[in-house]
């Protein structure tokens, strides 16, 4: 086995068979680490609040209509999702319906996210066979099947968006790599799409737009798969825009969402980077990169004409009173020194995997043919893009763990064959030590005081569980108050309306909640009774998180936290019970 080289699976159908296999092999893991506890608890908040929203799709809403009156009533609130995740959902769950009856739903949630792991997959191996060759599809396939780190956005009940935008990423950098005209053509479209999911992966996406534009602009050869691209985005996201987007906000500029100046802009770019393709594609390089150049320059120019607060990214618009006592606390969006406090093990796999991934791209760039390979630049470029910003913002660790795997898979293929021969022993033994999994392995044993006692802490913690909300669900229908991470689950699980939940756009409730609940036990009564308040929801195992530690110590919100609820609050949960619930009188 040592003499015996590792097979070249680098023929499509091939690689698509390794993508399966190791696509059912992922679902296998995730199934047995996740199903136990699935029916337990809906996921997090965005989990929660994409449930609410497919159910009311399924329930007979407008497509259309996605303002959400039982959030901050008597506003209500425009979710600014896409719907079409909201389709693909509930299209899941009435296929789902005459297998799983009832169970419908639970099986849509189950299975969503893992069948994008096979798209995820198959880009991932697609990408490593540009880089490394035949040879290297074999140890990506072992990184992928061993890597359980990668699938966070992948697990069972994870419905939200991170995962679709995820893996049409990946789908969008492997199609440009490839370099023909129908995997370009998928490049474009794919990242229409991702863009219509949300803008998480913006930069990605302008990355690989720019690459392929810079690519014709040096290669008059690329002319026709440029031509496809610059079409096909163009189409895309026209078409996507009309298909998602109330006619009555097809006018609206936005900076968070697909609004019209990001649909414009990517219209205009695509169809000027097209109409590029033609007119230049038998002149010189000059006049190549004065056309993408102004083709780039024409969409930067539509996509901020209409609103140019946008220039400041997809958080321009957040009211600045939000930050001190809300965002500046999200743990998805903390930077790797800020998150080194509470999840030093998670910090420590994206710095190890940043260094081998950035080592071996270094290294291989040494060598002038890789360095002036468009799939190695392009590769390159998303995974230091992927670096930087999971240094700044946590949630985009999926990116830079799943950008590493073809870095790693091509560099440890070309030591193989170096020193082993391209032995099949040696290459899975690489495959193996530089995966996930080992240095997730050492990084929780270098923490171990730190991870069990916030798994000791997560396990404490029920308020998340579907059981809490059973007493709040049989009530008479009313205004909940609670903390702001609460308010998707009420939304999803009773039929209650809630003055706040972890969104942007609800800048109202989110504030008039805020200051209820920071206010003085004794003088939040006049407030929550002008809100018209009919519920106030507690979780004293939260006591410890950022907006009940930095409430002052007379507030409501510590009064709860300790069971000194002022007389005007009727209690209606047994003492025991997570959430505790009150009345107010």
Request: aromatic share 6%; net charge neutral.
């Amino acid at each position: 086995m040592f003499q015996t080289p590792t097979p070249d699976l680098g023929a499509l159908r091939r690689l698509l068979l390794a993508a399966a296999v190791v696509s059912l092999v992922v679902a296998a893991l995730l199934s047995l680490t996740y199903g136990p506890r699935f029916g337990l608890t809906l996921g997090d908040t965005d989990d929660a609040m994409r449930l609410s929203m497919v159910r009311d799709l399924l329930h007979g809403r407008g497509w259309y209509d996605q303002n959400i009156a039982r959030l901050q009533p008597p506003l209500g609130a425009y979710m600014h999702w896409s719907r079409l995740v909201d389709g693909g959902i509930a299209g899941l769950t009435v296929l789902l319906g005459p297998v799983l009856g009832a169970g419908a739903e639970a099986g849509a949630r189950f299975l969503w996210p893992m069948l994008w792991i096979w798209p995820a997959v198959v880009s991932t191996l697609l990408l490593a066979r540009r880089l490394g060759g035949g040879a290297a599809v074999l140890p990506t396939a072992v990184l992928l099947a061993v890597g359980l780190p990668l699938y966070a956005q992948f697990a069972p009940g994870r419905i939200d968006h991170h995962g679709v935008m995820l893996a049409l990423t990946l789908v969008a950098a492997a199609g440009a790599s490839e370099g023909g005209v129908l995997a370009a053509a998928l490049s474009a479209a794919a990242m229409a799409l991702d863009l219509a999911v949300g803008l998480e992966a913006l930069l990605f996406c302008a990355a690989i737009a720019g690459a392929m534009a810079l690519r014709f602009a040096f290669d008059a050869g690329a002319r026709r798969a440029t031509l496809a691209f610059g079409v096909t985005l163009a189409v895309a996201s026209g078409a996507v825009f009309l298909i998602q987007t109330p006619p009555g906000r097809w006018g609206l500029a936005v900076c968070d969402a697909m609004g019209v100046n990001l649909a414009l802009g990517l219209c205009v770019g695509g169809a000027g980077l097209a109409l590029a393709a033609m007119a230049c594609g038998k002149t010189a390089t000059a006049p190549r990169v004065l056309a993408v150049l102004g083709a780039g320059a024409a969409a930067l120019v539509a996509y901020l004409a209409p609103d140019i607060r946008c220039a400041g990214g997809p958080m321009a618009e957040i009211d600045p009173r939000l930050w001190g006592f809300w965002f500046a606390h999200i743990q998805e969006l903390a930077s790797w020194p800020q998150l080194y406090a509470t999840r030093p093990d998670q910090v420590v796999v994206c710095v190890l995997t940043a260094l081998l991934s950035l080592g071996a791209l270094g290294a291989a760039l040494v060598d002038p043919v890789r360095r002036g390979d468009f799939a190695w630049r392009l590769v390159g470029a998303c995974l230091a893009l992927a670096a930087a910003l999971d240094a700044s913002a946590a949630r985009m660790e999926s990116y830079l763990l799943w950008m590493a795997v073809p870095v790693l898979a091509a560099a440890l293929t070309a030591l193989s064959a170096a020193r082993f021969k391209q032995g099949l022993v040696p290459t899975l033994a690489l495959a193996l030590l530089v995966s996930a999994t080992p240095m997730n392995a050492l990084a929780q044993a270098l923490y171990a005081r730190k991870t069990m006692g916030q798994a000791a802490q997560n396990r404490a913690d029920h308020c998340d569980d579907t059981t809490a909300f059973a007493r709040l669900a049989h009530l008479p229908p009313g205004l909940v108050l609670s903390e702001i991470d609460l308010g998707p689950a009420i939304l999803a699980q009773t039929p209650h309306a809630v003055l706040n939940a972890p969104y942007h756009r609800m800048v109202w409730g989110v504030l008039s909640a805020q200051a209820a609940l920071t206010a003085p036990a004794d003088l939040a009564r006049a407030k929550l009774r002008a809100l018209r308040v009919d519920y106030v929801a507690a979780c004293p195992a939260h006591a410890g998180l950022y907006t009940h530690v930095h409430a002052p110590p007379y507030s409501l919100v510590r009064a709860l936290d300790h069971g000194a609820a002022p007389a005007w609050l009727t209690p209606l949960s047994d003492p025991d019970e997570a959430l505790q619930l009150y009345r107010v009188s």
